[in-house]
């Protein structure tokens, strides 16, 4: 017998940019690609993946140092990398709050209309220009040429294809 739609209940879905739809249920913690009906893979994060997926843990530190959240969360996290992808591209993520579902482990997950390697180039990429942006309006000195000089030498594709192969992702439990 099929189960009433009622918000957190367990026929939660979420409907994707590709315009098929997912159950939530059916997004376990370890998934970061869903094969889809439409015939492509998209990327699957959860507010819980850390954002050391993405970038090093140092960098993760000192994103966290220098930038002031003001929302619910203490320190700059994988939901604000997410948003800003979602800022800059609005109709490839679609995102679903669990919060009030206690059965599936996370509070968000969104689900992205590209595959987890370019999702990850996204994301580094986004960071990268938040960063630029951060150091352009420091002053002038050492450490903004320094920050120029590495910028000007960042291959990002060969930094994601590096990092994802360090990572090893074919595995559900990675960790930094």
Partial sequence: MAQPRVPGGTDEQL??????TVATHDLDLGMRELSCECGRTHAV????????RFVPEFLVDTLRSTITTE???DEFT?????????EEYPDRIAVADCSGDGEVGYGLVWVADMDSRE???TVV?????????????????PTVAEFEEQLAEFDLDAFVDAYRDERDFEDEHDSP
């Fill in 78 to 86: 994988t939901a604000h990398a997410l948003a800003m992808v979602r």
């Fill in 15 to 20: 409907d994707l940019p590709c315009g098929e």
């Fill in 119 to 121: 999702l990850h180039r």
């Fill in 45 to 52: 994060v959860m507010d819980v993946h850390p954002l050391g």
């Fill in 71 to 73: 929302d619910e969360y």
């Fill in 125 to 141: 990429e986004l960071l990268v220009e938040l960063m630029e942006h951060a150091i352009s309006h420091a002053d002038d000195g």
